[in-house]
């Protein structure tokens, strides 16, 4: 019972763990930036090989990581239902919309053809690539690398006007007060469980009944967010932050050859994935 | 755009954002339905609340956080999908400000009960094209799932915003910082 109101346990941002790997000493920057253009590329190529390629890549990242693959799949292991849901479901109704290739088995409405099996095997494969490849990212970067990172990567929109400094701020402060506001939570949810309140255990068909029963942690949960949201406009304001201004960092990266190398590879390899015309 | 970030649209977007995700993270976000989206989610209220409060740029950027922090917790295959997942979210906040601007002078009360009611809408309606159009599911599906799960969707999320933004309009009296009352 205690264990339901342990929501800080289940935090799992900013979870990091230092292996000091290959991957770990890479230029943050240069990391987000292929990391971000592989799960594009992924996320678009719908071959059997592509994503065959895909899945041995990321496999072979958590290896090359130091990271044991076990983290990346208790991620896959909780979403096994919901993928062989959406896979019976894209099998039967997906025919007609997905129509080429030879016709297996016609009957009514439902037609299932290779395109709609080879939809259903590609979707299953390429949320578990996604699923590792993100998890090699964020387990082998700290959150404040993360947030350099797209500071320093969004700085060329700087020239457009674009508030990167500000935006990025905005990432931090998220970062930082989810913890915070998860401690507050279970005090809430513990306060109102001590007296009497219940909630999220009604039966799961009876939608307007476990929504009602979320308000009373809800409601407050947005005001304890916004004063402190005064507090901190308060604090920052009496110290003269001024939005806009130009502003230097304590931690400067340093691009070496070898991050240049690993661009140049994620490149290409998701330019091949994109673009290539894989035979299956 | 310089200058149109105040002190205060900074905060307030960045723990708007820290309770998307959180409401992400705990699961809370999630009220189970019986349907093929398999929930139905309150994580896109912070982006209304943004959006109403602090205008359309505070709305699209906790809309961009509660994306991403959907993505990369993502249990289902749809939301693995950077399209599906970090795009739609984007219009959430844009449209509740649309919408409680044009409505403000008519009824406060009203305003806000119909941002947040199309603001709602908008994530449903949104997220379900990219997903048909991304060949996740057929239109007939997207059509149940925006039936069954979007419109009890949307009246929760009429009822946690006009409850949240009401109270904090009484609370937030006299609290307010005054440099950054805009």
Known sequence: ?280 | MKGTLTVRNIVIAGVLGAVAILLGVTRLGYIPVPTAAGNATIMHIPAIIGGIMQGPIVGAIVGIIFGVSSFLNATVPLFKDPLVAILPRLFIGVVAWVVYVGIRRKSEYLAIGTAAFLGTLTNTVLVLTMAVVRGYMGAEVAWTVAITSGIPEAIVGTIVTLAVVLSWKQIGKGKKSRISED
């Open chain 1, 1 to 280: 019972m205690a264990s339901e109101f342990e929501l800080s346990r289940n935090i799992t941002i900013g979870q990091y763990v230092p292996t000091g790997s290959f991957i770990h000493r890479l230029d943050p920057r240069i990391k987000l930036l292929v990391f971000t253009i592989l799960v594009l590329a992924i996320a678009l190529n719908t071959s059997y090989v592509g994503n065959a390629l895909g899945l041995l890549l990321s496999i072979y990242l958590f290896w090359a990581s130091k990271i044991p693959v076990s983290y990346g799949l208790s991620g896959i292991k909780p979403a096994i239902p919901f993928i062989i849901i959406l896979a019976v479901l894209q099998l039967i109704f997906q025919g007609n919309v997905f129509s080429g290739g030879t016709v297996f088995f016609e009957y009514g409405f439902i037609l299932i053809t290779s395109e709609s099996i080879r939809l259903v095997i590609v979707s299953a494969v390429r949320f578990v690539e996604i699923i590792l490849l993100s998890s090699v990212l964020t387990l082998s970067t700290s959150t404040t690398e993360l947030t350099h990172a797209i500071q320093s990567l969004l700085s060329p929109l700087k020239k457009i006007k674009f508030p990167v400094h500000e935006l990025s701020l905005i990432i931090t402060i998220a970062i930082r007060f989810v913890p915070t506001f998860a401690i507050e939570m279970e005090k809430m949810m513990k306060a109102q469980a001590s007296r009497g309140a219940d909630f999220g255990s009604g039966e799961w068909w009876r939608i307007i009944q476990r929504t009602k029963d979320m308000l009373p942690i809800i409601i407050p949960l947005f005001n304890i967010a916004l004063s402190r949201a005064e507090d901190l406009i308060l604090a920052m304001e009496s110290r003269c932050y001024t939005p806009g201004n130009e502003r230097s960092a304590y931690s400067v990266y340093k691009a070496l050859e070898r991050d240049y190398l690993v661009l140049i590879i994620g490149l290409l390899l998701s330019l091949l994935l994109l673009f290539y015309p894989f035979p299956f």
